[in-house]
Each structure stands twice: as C-alpha cells, then as structure tokens.
C-alpha cells in the first residue's frame, strides 16, 4: 500500500501565503512526477503545479493561473512534495489533492495515488 498525506491547508485572508506540503509512505520504490491538483465545488479537478522526478530533470509545470505565485518542490529523501502558495485570491479556494506516479516496491508496477484532500480557503 502507498499513502499520501497532505498538511498546511487553512483559511487566509487575499495576499496571503501557504505552504502545502504532501508526504508519500508505503511499499515505494521509486517516485516519478509528483503533483498539486485542485477542485473548487461544481467544478472539475485541475492541475495546478507538476514535478518531474530528478531523473527526468527535475522540471515543473504549472497552472496559468498559478505561474509566479505557486512554486512547488519536492525533497526526494522526506518523499514530500510541497506547494509555496503567495498572493492568494479567492479563486484559489479549493480542496488541494496531491498525487504521485509511483513505482510500488516490486520495482515493475506504476500506479498514481491521491492523498485525502486538503482545504485552502482565501476569504477576507
């Protein structure tokens, strides 16, 4: 089994900041792209911020809507992935899931996982 555990949602006011971070745990491995996915109610799941795995250099892709606010990282030996969120507006306001591609401990299998959710609330 593997399990993704998200922390650091909350409430923030506009112009604020949060860090969201993801950690994986289980039969892992290895961890290819990690990532930061978003659902506000009535609407569709989107991506927002993507890691590639540092065998795959590394590279990152986001949102437009998060492009120089959001920068996400990720520390390969704490296998976490984290979301630096700034300026926060309320169209930001969403459950924020992480997911990981991971190759599971037989070293053959890839599956992506989901963590639980966790709720960014921008609101004045």
């Known amino acids: 089994q593997v399990q993704l555990v998200e922390s650091g949602g909350g409430l923030v006011q506009p112009g604020g900041s949060l860090r969201l971070s993801c950690a994986a745990s289980g039969s892992i491995y290895r961890i290819n792209d990690m990532g930061w996915y978003r659902q506000a109610p009535g609407k569709q799941r989107e991506l927002v911020a993507a890691?590639?795995?540092?065998?795959?250099?590394?590279?990152?892709n986001y949102a437009d809507s998060a492009k120089g606010r959001f920068t996400i990282t990720r520390d390969n030996a704490k296998k976490t992935v984290y979301l630096q969120m700034n300026s926060l507006e309320p169209e930001d306001t969403a459950v924020y899931y992480c997911?990981?591609?991971?190759?599971?401990?037989?070293?053959?299998?890839?599956?992506?996982?989901w963590g639980q959710g966790t709720q960014v609330t921008v609101s004045s």
């Open positions: 890691v590639a795995a540092i065998t795959s250099g590394g590279t990152t």
């Open positions: 997911k990981a591609r991971v190759v599971i401990a037989d070293g053959i299998r890839t599956a992506d996982y």
